[in-house]
C-alpha cells in the first residue's frame, strides 16, 4: 500500500455527483439519528404512527442546510468548478426518487379509493415545507460551505501520471468485495428487521425504540470496520480506485435489506394485489435507497480517515 502513496489522494471521476452523495447520506444519518432521539424520549405513541413521519418530514426539511453544506464543501474540497450544480445534484439526488414514487402511489392509492392516499391539503403543506424551508436551507448551506472549505488535507501529494494498477484477482474485483461487504452489517440488524417490518407493514406494535438505536449504532460501526479494512485490503494490491468503491461498499447493507424485502413479501407478509405491491416495494425501494446513501457516505468517510492516519506514518517525498 506504501507504493500508491502518489495517487491514493486523486479525486475521484464525477465529482458533482460523489459530494451530492455524501451531503445526502449526511443528512439522512441526522434525520434518523434526530427521529430515534425523538423516541427515545417518548415524544410519539406507537399508536399514532402519523406522530413520526411527520417529525421525520420536518427534521428532513431543517437538515438540508447540513446536505448543501457538505455536498458543497467536499467539491470544494477536491477542486471542482461547477458548485451549483453540485448543491443542486444533492438536493433532488434523494428528494427527487421520494417524491416521483410518493406521488404515483399516491395515485394509485387516489385509483383505488384506499384511505392511504394523502389528501390534496397535506400535499400542498408538505410541498410548501421542502420548497419553502429545505430547499432554501440546502442553497444557504451550500453558499456557506463552498466559502468556508478548507483546502483538501492530504498527507501526500499526489503525482501527475496516475500508476497503473495491476490485474487484480476475481475475488478483489467490486463486485464480489459489494456482495461480501454488506452480509456482516445486515447480520446485526437482521432480527431487529422482521420487528419493525410486522409494525410498519403488519398490524404489530413497536415500541422498543432504545433497542432499535442500539441496533442501528451497531449497524454504523461495523459497516465503518469492514469499509475500512476491504478499503486496506484494496491498497495492498496497488489498487487506488478506493473513493468510489468505499461508497458502494459501505452502502451495500441496502441491497440486502432489499433482498430480505422480497424474502419478506413472498413468505411472511399477507399481501396481493398491484396496490399493496406498489406501495410495499415502493416504499422500501426508496428505503434501501437512503439506506445505501447513508451507509455508503459512512463508509467512505471512515476510510478517508483510516487512510489519511495510515500515509501519515510514512516519509512521502
Known amino acids: ?11 475521484p471521476n464525477n465529482k458533482e455527483l460523489f459530494a451530492a452523495i455524501l451531503g445526502n447520506g449526511v443528512q439522512l444519518l441526522c434525520m434518523v439519528l434526530g427521529v430515534l432521539l425523538l423516541a427515545c424520549l417518548g415524544v410519539y405513541s406507537a399508536y399514532n404512527r402519523g406522530a413520526l413521519f411527520v417529525a421525520a418530514l420536518l427534521i428532513f426539511a431543517l437538515t438540508s442546510g447540513i446536505n448543501g453544506y457538505v455536498a458543497a464543501s467536499a467539491y470544494t474540497k477536491m477542486e471542482g468548478q461547477q458548485w451549483v450544480w453540485s448543491v443542486v445534484a444533492s438536493y433532488f439526488l434523494f428528494l427527487g426518487p421520494f417524491f416521483i414514487v410518493g406521488t404515483f402511489l399516491n ?20 410541498i410548501l415545507i421542502l420548497t419553502l424551508v429545505s430547499f432554501p436551507l440546502n442553497i444557504v448551506g451550500g453558499i456557506t460551505g463552498r466559502n468556508f472549505s478548507r483546502p483538501f488535507d492530504a498527507p501526500c501529494r499526489t503525482t501527475k501520471m496516475p500508476r497503473e494498477i495491476p490485474p487484480l484477482p476475481w475475488n478483489r474485483s467490486t463486485v464480489c468485495q459489494v456482495a461480501l ?6 447480520s446485526a440488524i437482521y432480527i431487529e428487521l422482521y420487528y419493525v417490518f410486522g409494525s410498519v407493514w403488519g398490524h404489530k406494535l413497536y415500541s422498543l ?22 478499503t486496506y485490503f484494496q491498497l495492498a494490491v ?24 422480497i424474502y419478506y413479501f413472498k413468505f411472511k407478509a399477507k399481501m396481493s394485489g398491484f396496490m399493496q405491491t406498489s406501495f410495499f416495494f415502493g ?10 446513501l447513508l451507509l455508503g457516505t459512512l ?18 517525498d
Open 299 to 316: 463508509g467512505f468517510f471512515s476510510s478517508l480517515a483510516f487512510v489519511k492516519y495510515i500515509y501519515r506514518s510514512i516519509k512521502c
Open 238 to 261: 496497488e489498487d487506488h480506485h478506493w473513493w468510489w468503491r468505499s461508497v458502494h461498499v459501505g452502502g451495500s447493507s441496502g441491497f440486502y435489506i432489499f433482498a430480505y424485502c
Open 1 to 11: 500500500w506504501k507504493l500508491v502513496h502518489g495517487d491514493v489522494f486523486r479525486f
Open 107 to 126: 395515485f394509485v392509492a387516489v385509483g383505488y379509493g384506499s384511505s392511504t392516499a394523502l389528501p390534496f391539503g397535506t400535499v400542498v403543506i408538505i
Open 181 to 186: 461487504a454488506g452480509l456482516l452489517p445486515f
Open 283 to 292: 416504499y422500501m425501494g426508496i428505503t434501501c435507497y437512503g439506506t445505501w
Open 209 to 230: 425504540y432504545g433497542i432499535l438505536t442500539l441496533v442501528f449504532l451497531i449497524l454504523l460501526i461495523v459497516t465503518a470496520f469492514i469499509t475500512i479494512a476491504l
